[in-house]
């Protein structure tokens, strides 16, 4: 079984360690035909401390999560009336790590949070990504 890949965030003197990933959450009706819910999962975890902070968004009405459709990508999360996030990107962590500390989610113990609740304010502070055209042939 391989490690998992983990990045590394520095804010101030704190040095964290933090990853994605997708997931599909059973129906809890099984058989009723309904497709089973995706969640991306930020999992942020401060080095020299025990615990995590879990940031999860459920896909559901106004809600694109990555492999949703729309073109999104593991990672990326966005509403159907504006606004996306890129779960890879460090700014959009960052700020969504503040936003639970300022929540009052801690580290010491395996917390969990809502991202939807932090997901317009921090959305609203980054700047958009920076989008490269495709390169093919020039006509």
Same mark, same amino acid.
């Given at each position: 079984?391989?490690?998992?890949? &983990?990045?590394?965030? +520095? @804010? ?5 360690? #933090? #990853?994605?990933? &997708?997931?599909? +959450?059973?129906?809890?009706? /099984?058989?009723?035909?309904? !497709?089973? /819910?995706? =969640? ?9 401390? %025990?615990?995590? @902070?879990? @940031?999860?968004?459920?896909?559901? %009405?106004?809600? +694109?999560?990555?492999?949703?459709? #729309?073109?999104? &990508? ?13 779960? &890879? ?12 500390? !300022? ?8 917390? =969990? ?9 921090? !959305?609203?502070?980054? %700047? %958009?990504?920076?989008?490269?055209? /495709? !390169?093919?042939?020039?006509?």
């Amino acid at each position: 079984m391989g490690r998992r890949r &983990h990045r590394h965030l +520095v @804010i101030g003197s704190e040095r964290y360690r #933090w #990853w994605v990933s &997708h997931r599909h +959450v059973r129906d809890p009706a /099984p058989g009723s035909g309904v !497709a089973s /819910p995706c =969640q991306e999962v930020l999992v942020v975890a401060r080095e020299g401390s %025990p615990g995590v @902070i879990r @940031i999860f968004f459920d896909s559901g %009405p106004d809600r +694109v999560v990555g492999g949703g459709g #729309w073109g999104a &990508h593991e990672g990326g999360v966005s509403r159907v009336r504006g606004g996306y996030l890129n779960l &890879h990107r460090p700014a959009a962590v960052r700020g969504l790590l503040e936003a639970a500390l !300022a929540d009052g989610q801690r580290f010491g113990h395996a917390g =969990q949070v809502d991202g939807w609740r932090f997901f317009d304010a921090v !959305a609203e502070r980054l %700047p %958009p990504e920076r989008r490269e055209a /495709p !390169a093919g042939p020039s006509a």
